[in-house]
């Protein structure tokens, strides 16, 4: 009987050691946040290089803060990595220019980024010319 209220009472306070434990990292959490709402962001700024691991500066009022961030290696940088834009398909080739045209819509600007609303890209048109004899085998294989 000793045994089994010996183990009851072990059960117990590790039981409340643990809930004592979650209230304690709940507590900090709440230290390391901030009362204030309107945070201004800067640009991610990579580590090394022009992609990759980085970091963006906030301040609001007398604070500031790091965040990690991340660009990707293939963003726009005509755009930015923090606009965020739903692109329309390639235009036909400008025979005059040699080039293709699409335009992109504002779908997001993260961190409230200064992002244009319509953009433009262009890209070399393809100098190859698909044969339709290649075009009907490779619908077969998927």
Known sequence: MQV?????LLALILVAAAAEA????????????SKCEEWRWGPCVPNSKDCGLGY???TCKDESKKLKCKIPCNWKKKFG????YKFESWGGCSAQ?????RSGILKKA??????EETVY???PCSSKIKSKSKAKKGKGKD
Do not use: F
């Open 110 to 115: 993260l961190y409230n980024a200064q992002c």
């Open 22 to 33: 979650g209230k304690n990292k709940k507590e900090k959490a709440k230290k390391d946040g």
């Open 121 to 123: 890209v262009t890209k």
């Open 4 to 8: 089994r209220s010996l183990l009851l």
């Open 97 to 101: 220019t040699g080039l293709k045209t």
């Open 56 to 58: 963006r500066e906030g």
């Open 81 to 84: 990595a923090d606009c965020k």
